[in-house]
């Protein structure tokens, strides 16, 4: 679940079609997102193999894909877009935080693209 404020528009990178945009200063370190179990999806790929076809290929659009761990965000974190020049960095998974976290890795203004690695 993002944990500073965004919104969507049509991202600066080409041909990425919406991206997640700050809409408020953050700070460098500042955790974004984290798995929240009540409002975000966790699906094992195993669990994925079994779905149908439009399942997978909504999963395949709007989930991120972890240690053989699909995550769903249900909100603007899925249009987070890659990049070879990320502004995010992923926060390994330790005995207090189980899943995948998200922090900024670099100051940003309002009004940025909030973008991950490439995959």
């Known amino acids: 679940m993002l944990l500073v ?3 969507l528009k049509e991202s600066g990178i080409p041909g990425a079609g919406i991206g997640c945009y700050s ?3 953050i700070p460098e370190g500042t955790i974004i997102w984290e798995f929240n179990p009540l409002i975000d999806r966790a699906y094992l790929k195993s669990q994925v193999d079994t779905f149908t076809q439009s399942e997978k290929e909504f999963i395949n659009t709007y989930a991120y894909m972890h240690n053989s ?3 769903l965000c249900v909100d603007n974190g899925r249009f987070f877009n890659h990049s070879d020049n990320p502004n995010t960095v992923e926060l390994p998974n330790t005995n207090s ?3 995948l976290h998200f ?5 940003t203004r309002k ?3 909030i973008i991950d690695f490439s995959v």
Do not use: L
Request: hydrophobic share 20%.
């Open 69 to 71: 761990i699909y995550y």
């Open 23 to 25: 809409d408020e200063f």
């Open 103 to 107: 922090e900024i890795s670099s100051q």
């Open 5 to 7: 404020k965004t919104y």
């Open 97 to 99: 935080r189980k899943h």
């Open 111 to 113: 009004s940025f693209q």
